[in-house]
């Protein structure tokens, strides 16, 4: 058994507006922090980022678990 670490992108005040420079290095701190995967809140999150953190994630090798909300919130 591999017990994964996840960082959530909720409490991240970079994670509140899209900002690739931000992101980057965010993401690089995240993995070098020891986390191997992020959860992300796609209701929640900048749409234009999506392709950003598609291609960061495969780039860092690390994984992603989206929170999808069904309570039609907000």
């Not at 701190?29 to 950003?52: H, M, Q």
């Amino acid at each position: 058994m591999k017990i994964k670490y996840v960082q959530t992108f909720w409490g991240i005040p970079e994670f509140f507006t899209f900002n690739a420079n931000i992101w980057n290095k965010t993401f690089k701190r995240i993995v070098n922090s020891g986390y191997s995967a992020v959860e992300i809140a796609i209701d929640f999150t900048p749409k234009e980022s999506l392709p950003f953190i598609q291609e960061i994630t495969k780039e860092l090798e690390i994984d992603v678990i989206t929170q999808i909300h069904s309570c039609s919130y907000p």
